[in-house]
């Protein structure tokens, strides 16, 4: 079992910044997919989620408006459109597969938004 997250950086404020997580070793189209993040010395929190058919979302407050979840399921890979960045968004970002008692962590990828 494998999560991959790709496309984080380094952008400025006001940017964007699109992440990837390309699944495989599981059947990624029964599972229900999340991105969390975790800022130093913070913990770990829900950013947004996704249900396994794609039609139902839900999003931390603070980015809702800003980020958009989306997942190809042909594709087995979830997305996290991230616009209009703050550097409150500083964050080690995490792709997140759940099934029941069954749960797949991503390794991580850096996003920092600063000047």
């Known amino acids: 079992v494998q999560l991959v997250e790709s496309g984080g950086g380094l952008v400025q404020p006001g940017g964007s910044l699109r992440l990837s997580c390309a699944a495989s070793?599981?059947?990624?189209?029964?599972?229900?997919m999340r991105w969390y993040r975790q800022a130093p010395g913070k913990e770990r929190e829900l950013v947004a989620h996704i249900s396994s058919g794609g039609g139902s979302t839900m999003y931390l407050d603070s980015v809702k408006g800003r980020f958009t979840i989306s997942r190809d399921n042909a594709k087995n890979t979830v997305y996290l459109q991230m616009n209009s960045l703050k550097p409150e968004d500083t964050a080690v970002y995490y792709c997140y597969a759940r099934r029941s008692a069954s749960d797949y962590w991503g390794q991580g990828t850096q996003v920092t938004v600063s000047s």
């Open positions: 070793g599981f059947t990624f189209s029964n599972y229900v």
